[in-house]
């Protein structure tokens, strides 16, 4: 057979999973595994989980500067005026099944949203900076009232004397919780917002980059986070702890499940990360915030299981845990059912998927990379009727 040009080119590198691989500049945030820090706009993230809030994380996202005092109170006035659940879209998520994934209501209910809004397809950065407003201001309720219908309870009108964590609580448990309780979610929202290139976020670019709309950038990240190496995680870090058994020796019984699943060749969720391979920076800051909750709410034996399966997984694999470690066991002891959990990171990372929106139409380029062929050699239908 004669060979083609083809045949000698020489075989791309091929990375997959793309690690490894820098796909553009971003001015958002900088992950550090070197260091293991995080900066959003150059701010540590721990400094801003100590003083900063929810509202003032995400304006510094969009817009690259904290806001000034009379910023922050109109920023603040428009998510307060958009908390609330226009009919439509509870007429949407009461048609869907209780048993429904609330990642998935989550999802038809941001892009039935969309579908709603007649400017929906202006991609300018106001229009986009409205739309995220709009988002941000809407996620809570939405995710709050579908753990609520889930329990056989109804919709909780926002309160616009609260914050975005405090309201958020308020919304999903009718009432507000004693502020150990309000910061430690405060805290939880700070840490998830953003995250570089993330495979959530990078859906988000991805679609951007078609010059679709904001609705299906965040659709599309949602069904991205939905997936237990992502987002699901934190969800799935219950799950574990639910299979181990929470209660007496929780640390022995850690111990072997995790022989067991490793045996198994499972993958531990709540553990490892493609960026951070000697621990994720955010985890002390969560864990502190976990900590307090344990202490609040008498559970001693969150924490045994807690760190014993986080020291037997030291031990066994030497890999570390993730935000979704600490988050996971926070949110279940603050009271939400485990679905809710991912959707919670929707609410918090809505933040960064829009800044990652502006900055990709700031500059965009169409994403499409290449892929190597490894399937059959040319054919023809005519070697089929010889
Ligand atoms: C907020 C977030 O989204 S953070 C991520 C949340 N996801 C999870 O917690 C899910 C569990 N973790 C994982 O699956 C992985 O660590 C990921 C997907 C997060 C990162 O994966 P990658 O960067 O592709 O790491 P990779 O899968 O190559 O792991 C390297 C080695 O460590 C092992 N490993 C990594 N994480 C884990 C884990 N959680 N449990 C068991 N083994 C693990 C892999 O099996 C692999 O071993 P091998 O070389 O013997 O095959
Ligand atoms: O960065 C990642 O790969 C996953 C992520 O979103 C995070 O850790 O917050």
């Known amino acids: 057979m004669t060979q083609t040009p083809t045949d000698v080119r020489p075989v791309p590198e091929i990375r997959k999973g793309l690690a490894g691989v820098v796909v553009d500049t971003t001015a958002i945030s900088k992950v550090n595994p070197e260091t293991n820090s995080l900066l959003y706009r150059g701010y540590p993230v721990q400094e801003l989980a100590a003083a900063a809030s929810v509202e003032e994380v995400t304006w510094l996202l969009w817009h690259g500067e904290l806001p000034t005092a009379s910023q922050l109170a109109h920023f603040s006035d428009q998510e307060r005026a ?3 659940m226009p009919d439509a879209i509870k007429i949407v998520i009461d048609e869907l099944p209780l048993n429904a994934h609330p990642m998935d209501v989550l999802r038809t209910a941001v892009s039935a949203y969309g579908a709603l809004d007649p400017t929906a397809d202006d991609s300018s950065r106001e229009a986009n900076l409205d739309k ?7 996620t809570p309720g939405i995710v709050a009232y579908d753990q609520r219908r889930r329990r056989g309870e109804g919709l909780i009108a926002p309160r616009a004397d609260l914050d975005f964590a405090a309201n958020f ?4 448990f009718g009432e507000v919780p004693d502020e150990v309780v309000v910061d430690a979610f405060r805290v939880s929202l700070i840490l998830y917002a953003e995250h570089s290139f993330n495979a959530s976020t990078f859906t988000a670019r991805v679609i951007s980059s078609t010059l679709s709309d904001y609705y299906s950038a965040v659709t599309g990240a949602i ?6 190496l992502h987002g699901g995680a934190n ?15 929780a640390a ?19 553990f490892g990360h493609r960026v951070y391979k000697n621990g994720d920076s955010r985890v002390p800051t969560m864990y502190a915030a976990l900590l307090r909750l344990i202490d609040y709410y008498d ?5 045994e299981l807690y760190q014993g399966l986080e020291q037997a997984m030291t031990r066994r694999k030497d890999i570390k845990p993730n935000l979704d470690y600490p988050s996971g066991p926070a949110y279940h002891l603050m009271g939400f059912d485990t679905l809710t959990f991912t959707p919670i990171f929707v609410a918090a990372r809505i933040a960064g998927w829009t800044a990652h929106v502006l ?16 399937g059959p050699d040319e054919r023809h239908l005519l070697a089929r009727a010889s």
């Open 359 to 374: 900055e990709q139409l700031e500059s965009n380029a169409l994403i499409r990379p290449l892929s190597l062929y490894q």
């Open 235 to 249: 969800e799935a870090v219950l799950h574990t702890f639910d299979e181990i058994g929470f209660g007496d020796d």
């Open 252 to 270: 022995a019984r850690a111990e072997d499940w995790l022989a067991r699943a490793l045996a198994e060749r499972r993958k531990i969720m709540g």
């Open 82 to 84: 958009g908390r609330a």
């Open 169 to 172: 609580l308020w919304m999903t």
């Open 223 to 228: 069904g991205a986070l939905k997936g237990p």
């Open 299 to 303: 559970r001693p034996d969150v924490l």
């Open 132 to 138: 995220a407003v709009g988002l941000f201001a809407l």
